[in-house]
């Protein structure tokens, strides 16, 4: 036996191609990254634009949803019970016409 039945086979690969998949790879990352940001500028632009076009800010429309359902919040407790038990929204329209209609006699 020889030496050279016990190696191992050599990887062998051209390292210009390499080099060159390597730098491909970079710019096109770079690219990738410059295109992502311009992008995410004019959506920001956008987005700026439309805001400024509304009539109310998106905070002042926040504020005022808010304190609607804090009045809301505040009053639900001082209803009358009697609306509260009231299921005739669970029926069919024509039987609570009926239903009303019956319980005036």
Do not use: C
Request: glycine share 12%.
């Amino acid at each position: 036996m020889t030496g050279n039945e016990n190696q191992r086979p050599v990887l062998a690969f051209s390292r210009t191609l390499t080099r060159g998949s390597a730098g491909l790879m970079g710019a096109g990352t770079l690219l990738f990254l410059v295109g992502t940001t311009l992008g995410a500028a004019a959506l920001l632009g956008a987005g700026r634009r439309y805001i400024r076009q509304l009539d109310e800010h998106p905070i002042q429309l926040a504020r005022r949803g808010w304190e609607q359902l804090k009045g809301v919040m505040f009053l639900a407790p001082a209803r009358d019970l009697r609306d509260l038990r009231d299921t005739s929204w669970r029926m069919d329209p024509r039987e609570r016409i009926g239903a009303h209609a019956g319980s005036d006699t």
